[in-house]
């Protein structure tokens, strides 16, 4: 079965920026999507179609996807940022998630 | 703008069957433009997704619950309805409803629900 594949952490200095990989095999041939998920709260669609933001998420959230790589950056990290970032694309008409990254800014 | 909500009970005993219905507000899941869809994510463990259907009529389960789970829709309450049978404790988890918008080749989960959290054990 097709795995995604995250750093379970990742550490940023606020302002700084923090970029988080998910890795497939030839997960570039797919479109990658990414959540955010906050304690206590449902997640959050940041990015879809690799590089798409929707409505009413900030500018400093980008994403690429290429080879067998996604990645998630975040520019100027700020500290309302912490949380835990999924990637996610479609493989034989199923959903499959990566295992989750805890960005933590400090 | 779009609300789901999940409601169902809390506790499950072993090997009976999950019931969750997810209410959809402020949009129709008739107009299928959207997928819906259910999605669980256990204590410590990353995101699990379970299925969709849409309203033409299209139906898809993960292979690795397949067997378990039935997913329904009620159009004239806006609502539709997970069941997954013969569980264990390994189906504890926070359960999800979502939205899914979709292009020619691509779609996303862009509406969710809050979430609700369904234990099993007796």
């Known amino acids: 079965s097709y795995e995604l594949t995250q750093p379970p952490s990742v550490s940023v200095s606020p302002g700084q920026t923090a970029s988080i990989t998910c890795s497939g095999d030839k997960l570039g041939d797919k479109y990658a999507s990414w959540y955010q998920r906050k304690p206590g709260q449902s997640p959050v669609l940041v990015i879809y179609q690799d590089t798409k933001r929707p409505s009413g998420i900030p500018e400093r959230f980008s994403g690429s996807n290429s080879g067998n790589t996604a990645t998630l950056t975040i520019s100027g990290t700020q500290t309302m940022d912490e949380a835990g970032y999924y990637c996610q694309a479609w493989d034989s008409n199923t959903a499959i998630f990566g295992g989750g990254t805890k960005l933590t800014v400090l | 703008q779009v609300q789901l909500q999940e409601s169902g009970p809390g506790l499950v005993k072993p090997s009976q069957t999950l019931s969750l219905t997810c209410t959809v507000s402020?949009?129709?899941?008739?107009?299928?433009?959207?997928?819906w869809n259910w999605i669980r994510q256990p204590a410590g463990k990353g995101l699990e997704w379970i299925g969709r259907?849409?309203?033409?009529?299209?139906?898809k389960y993960n292979p690795s619950l397949k067997s378990r789970v039935t997913i329904s829709v009620d159009t004239s309450k806006n609502q539709f309805s997970l069941k997954l049978s013969s569980v264990t404790a390994a189906d504890s988890a926070v359960y999800y409803c979502a939205r899914e918008s979709f292009g020619s080749n691509w779609s996303s989960f862009d509406y969710w629900g809050q979430g609700t959290l369904v234990t099993v054990s007796s």
């Open positions: 259907f849409s309203t033409s009529g299209s139906t």
């Open positions: 402020g949009g129709s899941i008739s107009s299928g433009v959207y997928y």
